[in-house]
């Protein structure tokens, strides 16, 4: 009988594997013994001072090794595409520093809050999160009472625009004007000689627009250093039914007043009935509104205009919600004349 094969070879093959585990396991155990994972962030959380659409927002944040053992960095995650994160991976002893670099963009006016986690090796036993917040500023202003278009139906419009740069925005161009809305085209006038404006942009309707509220988006082109575009909203409210009275609305007002009150009447000339849902301004706060919830095609409105410690304007838009199917319709009150405080 042939003998069975020995198995000493594999006996050796053992022999030489035990130890290598063993010493990565003792390796192990000892590294965890010479010291624990501990951090913070240096600064734990950072608000940015406004800077302009399209420029970006630069930080540095240090994570600082609180612990006895060493460790690195090994990923920063963001909670937002806009930002990017560059980490320092070297080895950070206890007491030490490493640093991860970040830059926030935005192409609009917005305000933006994101969060960066930080993940190590070994990694910490909490978590740290690292919270930047940053401000942009549009660079092209439009004042709030261009934004409104008021209109009546069945007439065309033609509204103009007065666009200028806003503090501290350097050189920059108004390049031209767009819109996927059908029925309006638009243009670029030449301010007038001598006017700090950079364009006139010019809303003129092609088709008659259709009655209640909508709004109209126009993306502005623009050239500063590189080309960019800002997006403006404009409130379209088209309207033939409703007039107020007396009309104009002037108000009279007296020396160093903070308040006045306010009364008129809204009349829908079809004769149709309708409510008043709220009303608002611009330039003043509405306080105690008098408003029936009673339907009548003849609506009395009054309530008073608290112009707060500020000058009060030569005159202020008024808003009237008339509801979902009959939308904003607007109004402005003058005053006269417009004081000045002392």
């Known amino acids: 009988m042939r003998p069975l094969p020995s198995h000493r070879p594999y006996a050796n093959t053992y022999r030489s594997i035990v130890p290598l585990l063993v010493s990565a396991i003792l390796g192990f155990c ?9 951090a913070r962030l240096d600064p734990p959380a ?12 630069r930080g540095v944040l240090h994570v600082v090794n609180t612990g ?16 990017t994160a560059v980490v320092n991976t070297g080895k950070i002893d206890p007491g030490e520093k490493g640093e991860i670099e970040y830059t926030m963009d935005s192409a609009a006016a917005t305000r933006r809050s994101v969060s960066i986690y930080v993940q190590t090796n070994p990694p910490l036993p909490e978590p740290l999160v690292f919270k930047a917040t940053a401000s942009w500023k549009p660079l092209l202003l439009v004042d709030s009472a261009s934004l409104r278009i008021q209109a009546e139906l069945g007439k065309k419009i033609e509204h103009r625009v007065p666009i200028r740069p806003a503090e501290g925005a350097g050189a920059i161009k108004v390049t031209g004007a767009t819109t996927r809305q059908t029925g309006y085209e638009l243009a670029l006038e030449a301010p007038p000689p001598g006017d700090r404006l950079l364009a006139v942009l010019v809303i003129r309707t092609t088709d008659d627009p259709p ?54 009447t809204v009349i ?15 330039r003043f706060a509405v306080r105690s509104p008098k408003l029936s919830a009673v339907p009548a095609a003849r609506q009395q409105v009054s309530f008073t205009a608290d112009f707060g410690s500020g000058p009060i304007p030569p005159r202020g838009t008024l808003f009237l919600d008339l509801g979902k199917d009959l939308g904003v319709f607007s109004t402005d009150a003058h005053f006269n004349p417009p004081q000045q405080r002392k």
């Open 46 to 57: 950072v608000e940015h001072p406004p800077a302009f659409a399209r420029e970006p927002v």
């Open 211 to 264: 009655p209640r509220g909508r709004a109209l988006r126009v993306s502005l082109a623009y050239e500063r250093g590189e080309a960019g575009t800002q997006d403006v909203t404009f409130e379209v409210n088209v309207h033939s039914d409703f007039i107020i009275s007396p009309a104009p609305l002037i108000v009279e007002l007296e020396n160093d007043v903070t308040w006045t009150n306010i009364a008129f």
């Open 30 to 38: 000892g590294y965890a013994e010479n010291g624990s994972s501990a």
């Open 268 to 282: 829908n000339t079809q004769g149709r009935p309708f409510t008043i849902k709220s009303i608002r301004s611009d």
């Open 68 to 83: 006895t053992g060493s460790f690195r960095i090994v990923q920063a995650k963001t909670t937002c595409h806009c930002t």
